[in-house]
Antibody, heavy 119, light 107 residues
Framework: QVQLQQSGAELAKPGSSVKISCKAS????????ISWIKQTTGQGLEYIGY????????NYNEKFKGKATLTVDKSSSTAFMQLSSLTPDDSAVYYC????????????WGQGASVTVSS | DIQMTQSPPSLSASLGDKVTITCQTS??????IAWYQQKPGKAPRLLIG???RLVSGIPSRFSGSGSGRDYSFSISNVESEDIASYYC?????????FGAGTKLELK
């Protein structure tokens, strides 16, 4: 069955970076995009952007440009999101999801990766 | 960005009740709305896409309707396993945007 397995929880210092992984299985990896979503108690669910797993092309929510960098390794069916210049506002649970924009919806999600930014 | 006004923020229901959640969008989204269920500590789970298309394996007590800027999601005959938070998502316009969520509790 379709599975997206994300890397574990991260504790990071302000100003540092973290890289979260999302390993896909159970389907043809390059037939779908991977989207990333941020969830916090205060702001709810926010869409970060997606990566075309075949071409590596990306589309970012303006709010996350400069904060998130999406990459992919087709050989291992894994997508990555790097978050840079971390501040406490970046503390959240981050999800990856299988997607097929523009007119299909995120139908399978990873289990989430918690990022805590604290000195 | 398209704004999603989801209501109510919380809902209290008895087992067997019918409940309805609404999402109003800031512009026409051409029925490109989905509904997700989320339980504590878990990822959102897709229930309905394109306004009313039930995902395979999702019970028929879940339904969706709407058009233009106004959409609704209903659960008929609420069961204990339905206790969760529910979110709408528009995917007509980039970036995708979510409603603030509705927390369904047992009365």
């Amino acid at each position: 069955q379709v599975q997206l397995q994300q890397s574990g929880a991260e504790l990071a210092k302000p100003g540092s970076s973290v890289k979260i992984s999302c390993k896909a299985s159970g389907y043809t990896f390059t037939s779908y995009y991977i989207s990333w979503i941020k969830q916090t108690t205060g702001q709810g669910l926010e869409y970060i952007g997606y990566i075309n797993t075949g071409s590596g092309g990306t589309n970012y929510n303006e709010k996350f440009k400069g904060k998130a960098t999406l990459t992919v390794d087709k050989s291992s069916s894994t997508a990555f999101m790097q978050l840079s210049s971390l501040t406490p506002d970046d503390s959240a649970v981050y999800y990856c999801a299988r997607d097929l924009p523009p007119y299909d919806v995120m139908d399978a999600w990873g289990q989430g990766a918690s990022v805590t930014v604290s000195s | 960005d398209i704004q999603m006004t989801q209501s109510p923020p919380s809902l209290s229901a008895s087992l067997g009740d019918k409940v309805t959640i609404t999402c109003q969008t800031s512009q026409n989204i051409n029925k490109y709305i989905a509904w997700y269920q989320q339980k504590p500590g878990k990822a959102p789970r897709l229930l309905i896409g394109f306004t009313s298309r039930l995902v395979s394996g999702i019970p028929s007590r879940f339904s969706g309707s709407g058009s233009g800027r106004d959409y609704s999601f209903s659960i008929s005959n609420v069961e204990s396993e339905d206790i969760a938070s529910y979110y709408c998502l528009q995917y007509d316009n980039s970036p995708n945007t979510f409603g603030a969520g509705t927390k369904l509790e047992l009365k």
